[in-house]
Every structure is written in structure tokens, then in C-alpha cells.
């Protein structure tokens, strides 16, 4: 089945420490993006890339690092200087960047702090 | 700067009856509306799409929406709503004079539907 795949479903952090969620698409998509979901406030994108090996920051990238070294993976690192990491993680693909493209989703990741 | 405004937290409805969820948003240009759902624990997943055309459009599941400009909303309907159709649902919009148009999503709506 073509889709997108995000790993762990569930990841514990320790304080200090950086952790690494992972998202693989097979869909062939240029575009990928990383969302952060907390409760009642809907979902805010954290990065971007449209292309392997560029990628942009989002509204909240303090805290996060990416990587696009290949099309179908866009791991997300939340680092120790992110102080509120507790939330849902989303990782999105699409075709290509253009307004008329919708979003495919993975599963989500949520991370909490142990 | 585009942003979207879902006004109700949660929609309560009885099964067999209409749903309506509504959505308000604001663009500096033409706007590409989009409805997604959520089931728990689960990512979101796309039920339909506004981007030009006719302003009622149909979507996934027996969902659709109308797009009205005077009023800039955006709001899904369903005609006859099913106890499966309890789901978290998110508007989102994308303004067509960006040159990276990144969605504004809101902040979503419980829909709880009793049988």
C-alpha cells in the first residue's frame, strides 16, 4: 500500500535528551512537511521541503532540526532546547507545493516527557 | 497573513440528522478551502476540496461544503449524520497569492453524533 509511515507510534523523552521521530512516504512525493498537534489548537507546521536536500522553517522551528537527504524520508529531531515537547507529531506529503495540492498524513508520533 | 476560524468546539448531533461544521477565514487573495478529519490517535485525513468553480462541492463519505465569498465561510454538511461520523474535523485554507501557499489549518471540531 502506498502511503506514509511515521515511527514510533509512541516515544518517551528524558530530559536533556534529543530524540528522532521518523517519517518514510512511498508515494513519490516532492513535498514533505512535519506538523505539531496540540490540544484545542489545531495543528502548526514546524517544517517543510519541497525538494530533497532543502527544506525550510515553519511557524514553530525552534527547537526541532530536519533532514532531506532522500525523496521518500524527512526524520524530525526535537532537541533538548525544546522546552514543551509533550504533543502529537504529523508528518504530511504532497505532490508538489502548489495551492491546489492536499495533504497526505501519517499516523503521528506522540511524544511525551518522561 | 491568512487564518481560519472553526467558532465551535464541539457539535453535538443525533443520528440521522443534518450536520453542519462550521468554518470562517480570512486571505489576502483567492482561497483553496480544504476540509480534513480525524479519527483518535490517527492522522488526518482529507474528505474534500475548494479551489475554484462551483460552490458547492461534494466530497468523501457523503460530506460537502459550500463556499460562499461574500460571507468567506466555508462550511461541511452532511445531510444525514452517522454515529462513525464522530471525528475530530479541521478546516484549512491556502491563499493562492502565496508563492508557497502553506495551509492555515483551524483548530478544530468535535463532532460527537448519538445514536
Known amino acids: 500500500d502506498g502511503g506514509i509511515t511515521q515511527s514510533p507510534k509512541y516515544l518517551f523523552r528524558k530530559e536533556g535528551q534529543n530524540v528522532t521521530l521518523s517519517c518514510e512516504q512511498n508515494?513519490?512525493?516532492?513535498?514533505m512537511y512535519w506538523y505539531r498537534q496540540d490540544p484545542g489548537q489545531g495543528l502548526r507546521l514546524i517544517y517543510y521541503?519541497?525538494?530533497?536536500?532543502?527544506?525550510q522553517k515553519g511557524d514553530i522551528a525552534e527547537g526541532y532540526s530536519v533532514s532531506r537527504e532522500k525523496k521518500e524520508s524527512f526524520p524530525l529531531t526535537v532537541t533538548s532546547a525544546q522546552k514543551n515537547p509533550t504533543a502529537f507529531y504529523l508528518c504530511?506529503?504532497?505532490?508538489?507545493?502548489?495551492?491546489?495540492?492536499?495533504?497526505?498524513f501519517g499516523s503521528g508520533t506522540q511524544l511525551s516527557v518522561l | 497573513a491568512q487564518s481560519v476560524a472553526q467558532p465551535e468546539d464541539q457539535v453535538n448531533v443525533a443520528e440521522g440528522n443534518p450536520l453542519t461544521v462550521k468554518c470562517t477565514y480570512s486571505?489576502?487573495?483567492?482561497?483553496?478551502l480544504f476540509w480534513y478529519v480525524q479519527y483518535p490517535n490517527r492522522g488526518l485525513q482529507f474528505l474534500l476540496k475548494y479551489i475554484t468553480g462551483d460552490n458547492l462541492v461534494k466530497g468523501s463519505y457523503g460530506f460537502e461544503a459550500e463556499f460562499n465569498k461574500s460571507q468567506t465561510s466555508f462550511h461541511l454538511k452532511k445531510p444525514s449524520a452517522l454515529v462513525s461520523d464522530s471525528a475530530l474535523y479541521f478546516c484549512?485554507?491556502?491563499?493562492?497569492?502565496?508563492?508557497?501557499?502553506?495551509?492555515?489549518f483551524g483548530a478544530g471540531t468535535q463532532v460527537v453524533v448519538t445514536p
Open positions: 486571505v489576502s487573495g483567492n482561497p483553496y
Open positions: 508515494l513519490n512525493h516532492d513535498a
Open positions: 521541503s519541497q525538494i530533497v536536500n532543502d527544506f
Open positions: 484549512a485554507v491556502r491563499d493562492a497569492t502565496d508563492s508557497w501557499g502553506k495551509f492555515q
Open positions: 504530511a506529503s504532497s505532490i508538489g507545493t502548489t495551492e491546489r495540492e492536499k495533504l497526505f
